[in-house]
């Protein structure tokens, strides 16, 4: 679970969904065992989205540039986040933050996103219709990480219906 950064929201969600239980502790051992399998298959997320993480931390917690590549110095020997591992990226996102205490990724990219649907006028018609056609999908709360953070850049790519900037 901490190397999907799962949050005690989503392993509830997911519990509940697929075994209808609130909690870890009430799970039997075979739907225990069932759900460590579960969890092993899924791909570790994207780097990018680690890094975007951590940098979200770092703004919130008013990290300077120099500080970062002190810090990065001393703990990894390395100066830039680009140049850590996956192991160390998620051991310095787990050093920076509380989750509770920030806004989630997933929280920015859908704040984000409705900012940029608003900028080009969108309606709702017009986002399920994209939506659908791009990702298979209804709604936006349906994307992953990695599609919401696509479905954001495709809108900054996208000109102002008013000023075609």
Known sequence: MQRLDWTTEHIGE???KNYEKRSLTLLTEVELLD????LVSQPTPPLE??????????QRLGWTTEQIREH???????RSLTLL??????DFLQYLAPQSASPTLYEILIAK?????QRLDWTTEHIREHLKKTYEKRSRTLL??????????????QSDPLTGF
């Open 85 to 90: 591992t996956e192991l160390e990226l998620l």
């Open 14 to 16: 997911h519990l509940k």
């Open 113 to 117: 996103i409705n900012v940029e649907m």
């Open 72 to 78: 990065l110095k001393g703990r990894y020997g390395e």
């Open 144 to 157: 992953t990480e990695v599609e919401l953070l696509d479905f954001l850049q495709y809108l900054e790519s």
């Open 35 to 38: 759900f460590l399998h579960y």
């Open 49 to 58: 989205i680690l890094i975007a993480k951590i940098n979200v931390e770092m």
